[in-house]
């Protein structure tokens, strides 16, 4: 490339940049403006060709524009993927440069393009997102090996043609529909449902990007100082996170967060992003330049280890263009209507900060069944999705998609097919749930006519109203850490007065069960005291941190009478590992009980202690605490956690147990017959009880209520009617009897094997 005359070093990349933004400018003809395009970058590189390929939905690369080659070449000549110089370019997704391009091996002669007598060859890949959207290449007459600095700008180039393309400003124009540039082909992705439900909408990244009017910089100087400056932002942010002690040492965040200490400081990602200015990008692009380049690497690494680095890089690259953001890109975006948000990852707190009015879906990478995101998105009604491996690289922002809560899938740009399929599902689900709105006031009952309570979990007031339209009982659960975990400072006493009140208040006749503060763990809130612990679900959380802090659990117990006065206050204590704890926390209750006597408030008219049993020390010996309580609730969630001693957290671990299985089923029946020993009442509380078939196991095992997110009432409902409980329990206890000596097939597979005899009717259980 560029043998006689100048190099495009001495030419300048910023002119030909500023060339290219220029004629963005003008508003012409698409098909002209590439055409210009492809001329300029030709006059200013000194290259004899200038050509542009642009990626068709089957894959091929269609030639789009030339300066050079032969005009009636453009639209007629298709590479099938893989073929030529160009598909070697784009297999690779990297720059490939020849001197001499007819005697390389995988050199494609096409006679329409008359490109015989050109010999040096140099493509780059056209990145949008780490996905190739086109090939850029330069020919020369003579033999030439382009340099490192030829290349650069090549690939400056080939960013803002990626940007160009992918804002639709060249689609837009007429004349030029019949090319597809944005790559739109189908995918399905498989993933773990988190939260029910189906939905159609808009896929919206969770990450900030970069507004394409905004790529060519007129100031080199200028960007490279407010990079500069971002970069000791970032720096600063990411070490004071690891030592405000807000990241517990040993968790995976803390871990991510190390590593982004490391690459913020990595001199050669640096420099990658400095060079990327000094050819002519603003900063922001700079940055988008750089990661579009690791995740295109990303997407061809096999290296589990290595991907994960490069996620970590990609994450840093979002925090780095958050420190970027110019005041006016501060404004809160508007989320489009029927918003899907796809992320790595999202916690509770983020989650809750969404428009609701306008959020309808959530797909992550990572995400747990247990874990709160997932229990904030079943609260809220929000189907939800997790697990998609290699997601963000496969979706683009303003994809159309499909998330299926029931069974885990991710549909981007769906066939019309597809879609059409979908249409009547969602349909029917609707037909389904308005069927189920008839029942709602109907008892609940099993098969052989076994009488069942079902109450709702919550934690925040906008769910209360689905009290009525489920048909609840009332509210077995109500998280009360939710409303921490949604404050930047801690909720005043009255604040907490106002909550629970209201909470009573919407709940009318029906009662309400309120869980003290569970916080630590994953339940972090920005004023929790800093911890430091290796082993967070097994550390200082929930009442240990009660008791020994005891302002945050008298104020709480305040707030709660007060709140109650004159009606029945339910208080249940989670996280009991021994009855002591339970002893001490009744007296704390007691003291504030005189307390408020005494200044005249008004009391509940009776105070119900209730007892968590989610830590396997109170499951299997519980007399001690049974003792000291009115009623009981099981947490599965934690007691399957910490009998399995696996992380709830941890999606590696957290569903590689099942509670389907002799030795947890064994355990859960235990804790039901010492609770009716003591003549306690015990409901189930944890995600289990909302999963129809293990709803049913636990009627079988002798629960008679289950609490659980709204939206899975009637789906446990509609499976308890047909479950015939004199033959599951025999089966379940014959079972648990046999214990793991059951054979080969495991015993959630022959429970439904074996509908039947056990006594389920599977077609309630799998109705989607
Ligand atoms: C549980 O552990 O099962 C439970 C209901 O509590 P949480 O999920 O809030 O920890
Ligand atoms: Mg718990």
């Not at 990007?209 to 790529?215: D, E, G, K, M, W």
Request: aromatic content about 4%.
């Amino acid at each position: 490339m560029m043998p006689d005359t100048s190099s495009p070093n001495t030419r300048g990349p910023r002119r030909l940049l500023s060339r290219i933004r220029d004629l963005m400018a003008v508003h012409e003809d698409a098909q002209k403006r590439l055409d210009r395009l492809t001329d300029i970058i030709a006059a200013e590189t000194g290259s004899d060709v200038c050509s542009i390929y642009l990626v068709q939905p089957s894959g091929a690369l269609e030639l789009s524009a030339t300066h050079g080659l032969n005009p009636g070449a453009v639209h007629a000549v298709r590479l099938r993927a893989g073929e030529g110089l160009v598909g070697v370019v784009a297999r690779k997704a990297r720059p490939f440069a020849v001197e001499d391009a007819p005697a390389h091996p995988n050199f494609a002669y096409k006679p329409e393009t008359g490109e015989e007598p050109y010999k040096s060859f140099v493509g780059v890949p056209i990145l949008r997102g780490g996905r190739l959207v086109g090939v850029l290449t330069a020919q020369t007459a003579s033999m030439w090996l382009t340099t490192e600095e030829e290349i650069e700008t090549l690939q400056t180039v080939a960013m803002l043609l990626a940007e160009i393309v992918a804002s639709g400003e060249l689609v837009r124009a007429e004349g030029f529909s019949g090319l597809e540039v944005r790559l739109s082909k189908p995918e399905r992705l498989q993933g773990l449902a988190l939260s029910s439900g189906v939905v159609r909408g808009v896929a919206v990244k969770q990450e900030p990007h970069v507004v394409s009017a905004r790529l060519v910089a007129d100031d080199a100087n200028a960007e490279e100082a407010r990079l500069n400056e971002a970069v000791a932002r970032l720096r600063r942010s990411v070490d004071q996170l690891l030592v405000s002690g807000r990241v517990p040492m040993g968790t995976p965040s803390r871990e991510v967060l190390e590593t982004y200490r490391m690459f913020a400081h990595d001199r050669g990602w640096l420099s990658r992003l400095g060079e990327a200015i000094r050819a002519g990008l603003t900063a922001e692009a700079a940055v988008e330049r750089v990661r579009n380049e690791h995740r295109a690497r990303l997407m061809k690494t096999r290296d589990t280890h290595f991907q994960e680095r490069l996620h970590d890089l990609e994450d840093l690259a979002n925090r780095l263009l958050r420190h970027l953001a110019r005041p006016e890109d501060n404004r809160a975006e508007v989320l489009p209507e029927n918003t899907v948000l796809i992320a790595r990852s999202v916690g509770p707190a983020e989650l809750l900060e969404y428009d609701r009015t306008r959020l309808v879906g959530v797909a992550v990478e990572e995400g747990s069944l247990t874990g709160h995101a997932a229990i904030v998105a079943k609260a809220l009604g929000i189907p939800m999705a997790g697990r998609f491996d290699g997601m963000l690289d496969r979706v683009e922002k303003g994809d159309q998609v499909i998330l299926d809560g029931e069974f885990g899938l991710l549909h981007v740009r769906p066939s019309e097919e597809v879609s059409r399929a979908y249409d009547e599902r969602i349909q029917v689900l609707a037909e389904r749930q308005r069927a189920f709105a008839h029942l709602r006031d109907a008892p609940v009952q099993t098969a052989d006519g076994q009488p069942l309570t079902l109450s709702m979990n919550a934690g925040l007031l906008v769910e209360m109203n689905r009290l009525e339209d489920t048909g609840a009982a009332g509210v077995g659960l109500f998280r009360t850490e939710f409303q921490f975990m949604v404050a930047d400072t801690l909720p005043r006493l009255s604040a907490q007065i106002e909550l629970y009140r209201a909470v009573h208040e919407a709940a009318g006749d029906k009662p309400v069960v309120f869980r003290t503060l569970d916080l630590g763990g994953d339940k972090m809130t920005p004023f929790t005291p800093s911890m430091r612990e290796p082993n967070p679900a097994l550390g200082w959380r929930a009442l240990r941190m009660g008791l020994d802090r005891p302002a945050l659990i008298r104020y709480q117990l305040r707030a709660l009478l007060r709140a109650s006065g004159g009606r029945e206050l339910n208080v249940l204590f989670p996280m009991i590992s021994v009855a002591d704890e339970l002893a001490r926390v009744r007296e704390v209750l007691e003291t504030e009980l005189r307390l408020a006597r005494r200044h005249g408030h008004e009391t509940p008219d009776k105070i119900r202690v209730g007892l968590m049993v989610e830590t396997p020390a109170v499951a299997f010996a519980p007399d001690a605490c049974l003792e000291l309580a009115d009623f009981v609730s099981v947490g599965a969630n934690d007691l399957m956690q910490y009998f399995f001693a696996a992380d709830r957290q941890n999606s590696r671990v957290s569903d590689r147990y099942d509670a389907i299985s002799a030795p947890a089923l064994g355990l859960l029946k235990a804790v039901q017959k010492s609770c009716a020993d003591h003549g306690k009442p015990v409901t189930v509380c944890g995600e289990l009880a909302g999963r129809p078939l293990e709803a049913c196991v636990l009627a079988g095992l002798g629960y008679r209520s289950l609490s659980m997110a709204a939206g899975s009432i009637s789906l446990v409902r509609q499976a308890l009617a047909g479950c015939d409980l004199s033959r599951l329990t025999p089966w379940l206890e014959a079972e648990i009897h046999k214990g793991a000596r059951s054979g080969a097939m495991s015993l959630r597979e022959r429970l439904l094997c074996d509908g039947k005899t056990a006594g389920i009717a599977r077609e309630r259980i799998d109705q989607n």
